[in-house]
Nanobody, 115 residues
Framework: VQVVESGGGLVQPGGSLRLSCAAS????????MSWYRQAPGKERELVAF????????NYADSVKGRFTISRDNAKNTVYLQMNSLKPEDTAVYYC?????????WGQGTQVTVSS
């Protein structure tokens, strides 16, 4: 079982990034998927959530209107489109897969927003 995030990097304020979360060893269609982030010296926080059926999403207030979570069950991949990035979005971003039985985390991808 693997959950692998990618797409992080250095971006200027106001820029955009799209993170990907590729799963292997299990099928994400049965899992609720979410993105978390953790900035230096801070606790890990929930950024965005999408239900297993894909119809329900939820976002942290700090990213509403700027970030969009989506899933492609055929590709076994979840995405986080991040627009209008701010320096305070700088963090390691983690993908989490949750079912009634299992929880899987990825290793994280660094996002740095700086001029």
């Amino acid at each position: 079982v693997q959950v692998v995030e990618s797409g992080g990097g250095l971006v200027q304020p106001g820029g955009s990034l799209r993170l990907s979360c590729a799963a292997s060893g299990f099928t994400i269609s049965s899992y609720a998927m979410s993105w978390y982030r953790q900035a230096p010296g801070k606790e890990r926080e929930l950024v965005a959530f999408i239900s297993s059926a894909g119809g329900g999403t939820n976002y942290a207030d700090s990213v509403k209107g700027r970030f969009t979570i989506s899933r492609d069950n055929a590709k076994n991949t979840v995405y986080l489109q991040m627009n209008s990035l701010k320096p305070e979005d700088t963090a390691v971003y983690y993908c989490k897969a949750t079912s009634w039985q299992y929880i899987y985390w990825g290793q994280g991808t660094q996002v740095t927003v700086s001029s």
